[in-house]
């Protein structure tokens, strides 16, 4: 039964939020999840590979045994998990889609290649303490390792980069679908209802020249007549296609096609002409966008 509240207490100061009772799901850090994921792909990769080297084993008359076998594969699933969030980074930095995506595909390799280096280098040195008992590999396994894996490992590393961009450009989509499905996008104005002496018609929006704030109300200029609308002017402007009208002070929009003449004048204001001769004074502040928005559309 719960129990009452107290005169002066709310409901939901009275009563606790049952959510927080809940046991918050927990999640891996990043890091750990991207080597998680890594191990996985570098077992399985080795995984494929073992017949190949168990047949060249055993036509050199070394059989491989089954224990110091599953040993080696799982230390170098390890380096290979270990090295995964850096490749996933350098992926991340220099994502091999998008705009500008051959340029950056160098890089990509670049650092890739390098990194398959590292991991040779590596394993090189593990192998030299676990089964040498030596501080040092020789230069000559180090070439024959490099010889033998460096183009292959670069080739899985590039496969796994791509395999994480791949599902991260889809996880980006799925996220996005239900959101542009919830909201829908709305048509801009074209035209705007108004009322002249009780009777009700329309301002077509491709014949104002401009939009001024009165108080409450706005004033649609379409050449020497104006009209009067009662809305707010944030929430109007944000129903215009910004392709057709732009803000120029704070208390005037206007339609860009109607820009006739842009003169600068005193503290960084200008002045602008527009084609049924009327002047506007636009803010020093929007004075750039108007430049750049009036050549493009001029």
């Known amino acids: 039964m719960d129990a009452p509240v107290a005169p002066g207490q709310t409901a939901s100061m009275a009563c606790p939020n049952r959510s927080s009772r809940l046991p918050r799901r927990r999640t891996l850090p990043p890091w750990l999840a991207e080597s998680g994921g890594g191990f996985g792909y570098w077992l399985l990769f080795l995984i494929v590979l073992e017949p190949g080297n168990a047949l060249r084993a055993n036509a050199h008359g070394h059989a ?86 460096w183009l292959l490992l ?54 104002v020249d401009w939009i001024e704030t009165q108080g409450n109300y706005l004033a649609l200029h379409t050449g020497t007549t104006s009209h009067l609308i009662r809305e707010a002017a944030v929430a109007f402007e944000a129903k215009l296609d910004p392709a057709r009208f732009m803000r120029v002070h704070r208390r005037a929009i206007v339609a860009i096609d109607r820009i006739r003449d842009l003169r600068p004048i005193t503290n960084g204001d200008a002045l602008l002409r527009l084609s049924s001769g009327h002047a506007l004074r636009a803010s020093r502040r929007y004075r750039k966008s108007i430049a750049e928005r009036w050549r493009l559309d001029g």
């Open 64 to 149: 491989l045994a089954a224990g110091p076998e599953a040993l080696r594969m799982t230390v170098a699933a390890l380096l290979g998990a270990a090295a995964t969030p850096a490749l996933l980074a350098l992926t991340r930095r220099f994502p091999p889609s998008g705009p500008n995506a051959l340029r950056r595909l160098p890089a990509l390799a670049l650092g890739v290649a390098t990194l398959a280096f590292g991991l040779i280098v590596a394993s090189c040195f593990l192998a030299a303490w676990g089964y040498h008992q030596a501080w040092l590999p020789s230069l000559a396994d180090l070439r024959d390792q490099l010889i033998d894996n």
């Open 154 to 207: 670069t080739y899985a590393l590039l496969a796994l980069a791509a395999l994480a961009h791949f599902l991260r450009c889809l996880g980006s989509t799925r996220e996005a679908a239900p959101a542009m499905l919830a909201a829908p996008a709305q048509p801009y104005l074209t035209r705007v209802p108004v009322k002249h002496r009780g009777r009700q018609s329309f301002v077509e929006l491709d014949q």
